[in-house]
């Protein structure tokens, strides 16, 4: 059983990920507990893990922790490209100074990292092509938060080539399923037509994403830490493309609700048009292949998840809206 340190563990794809690994390894989950982070999400296994509550920023308390593991799953970050338009600063001091906590640590103890990450980082694609991000695509960022993953991404390649620690990295689409906070897309769609709203659809919504179920991007890390070539990069993502407006009518249609029950509202400042990944590499090389395929069936048990969690998502709803709604102001 090797010892696992999880950073933002307590997040969305980070709980979901600590909640099938303690099957199999020691686990300590790392994490700041930010707005995105929580507690409640580690509940089912609380006693099956340890827990320390603190920031990937603080280098003592970092050393301290890898120098007790095997092996590092980086998946704490900010995660939000809205907020990160709003006030970049927690962006570069998580995203760019935490990851290079880890590096320095892993390097000391010559621990093996795995670094999650994002297909944000290789910017937008047209709409009117069927091109794909590969492995070998040029970094091109648009917002703070992917400029600041990307920086990551360069520091981690970086540690790797010039001292040699042993590193990969995964940069995922889009993800939705249980845990995920009510800010993003998906679930702020369906905890609004909960409460009695109309979701907000930025600009005409022709905007396209990759969505890959949480647990379809966890099994690809989970391989990728078994049998993943150290220095490799890999991409994942489900192939399932649906266009913002797509995705809110599928909400709306599940949730008996006339399709057209959504407000547009203004667009997302260098909102990117589309991301799509070609994952063969890890499809090949690792035999990886999402099990949720059928995306309507993942959506509708994603619904039936937040209708019945709606204590966990309650207080975050009201203090998320009252956000977007400032920031929707102070913009016009
Ligand atoms: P999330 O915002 O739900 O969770 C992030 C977690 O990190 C939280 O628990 C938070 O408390 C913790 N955290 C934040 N700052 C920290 C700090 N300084 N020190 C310690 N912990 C800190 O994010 P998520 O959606 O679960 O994303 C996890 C990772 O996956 C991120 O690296 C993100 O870039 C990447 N990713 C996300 C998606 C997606 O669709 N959500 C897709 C591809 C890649
Ligand atoms: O209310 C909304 N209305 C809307 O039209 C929200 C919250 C979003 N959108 C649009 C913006 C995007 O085109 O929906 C799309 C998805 O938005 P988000 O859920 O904010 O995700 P995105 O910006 O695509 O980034 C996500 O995927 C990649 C994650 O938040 C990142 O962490 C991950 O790296």
Request: charged letters at 25%.
């Amino acid at each position: 059983m090797s010892r696992l340190l999880v950073t933002g563990g307590a997040g969305f794809i980070g709980a979901n990920f600590v909640q099938r690994a303690v099957r199999d390894h020691r686990v300590t989950v790392l994490d700041a507990l930010t707005y995105a982070g929580d507690r409640r999400n580690l509940a089912p296994v609380a006693d099956d893990i340890e827990f320390v509550h603190g920031d990937i920023g603080d280098a003592e308390l970092v050393d301290r922790l890898v120098k007790q593991a095997d092996v590092v799953v980086h998946f704490a970050a900010e995660s939000h490209v809205d907020n990160s338009l709003g006030d970049p600063a927690p962006f570069i001091w998580t995203n760019v100074v935490g990851t290079f906590h880890v590096l320095e640590a892993v390097r000391r103890y010559d621990v093996r990292l795995h670094h999650i990450s994002t297909d944000e980082v290789f910017g937008a694609l047209p709409l009117d092509t069927t091109s794909r991000f590969t492995e070998e695509t040029r970094y091109d960022p648009s917002s703070p938060y992917s400029a600041s993953k990307a920086s990551s991404d360069h520091l981690v390649r970086a540690w790797t080539r010039s001292y040699g620690i042993a590193a990969t990295i995964s940069n995922c689409a889009n993800n939705y399923g249980p845990y995920q906070h009510v800010e993003k897309l998906i679930p702020r769609g369906i905890t609004t037509v909960l409460t009695g709203g109309r979701p907000k659809v930025y600009g005409t919504g022709v905007n396209v994403r990759e969505w890959t179920h949480v647990d379809d991007h966890n099994d690809a890390v989970r391989r990728i830490l078994r049998d993943g070539r150290i220095g490799e990069t890999y991409l994942i993502g489900s192939g399932q493309e649906r266009s913002n407006k797509q995705v809110t009518e599928t909400i709306l249609r599940l949730l008996g609700k006339p399709a057209d029950g959504y407000d547009q509202v203004a667009d997302r400042p260098g909102h990117d048009l589309r991301y799509a990944t070609s994952s063969d590499k890890l499809r090949t090389e690792l035999g990886w292949s999402p099990r949720h395929v059928d995306f309507d069936s993942g959506l509708a048990d994603t619904i039936a998840w937040y209708r019945e969690h709606e204590p966990w998502w309650a207080e975050a709803k009201v203090a998320t809206e009252q956000k977007y709604a400032a920031d929707q102001s102070a913009r016009s």
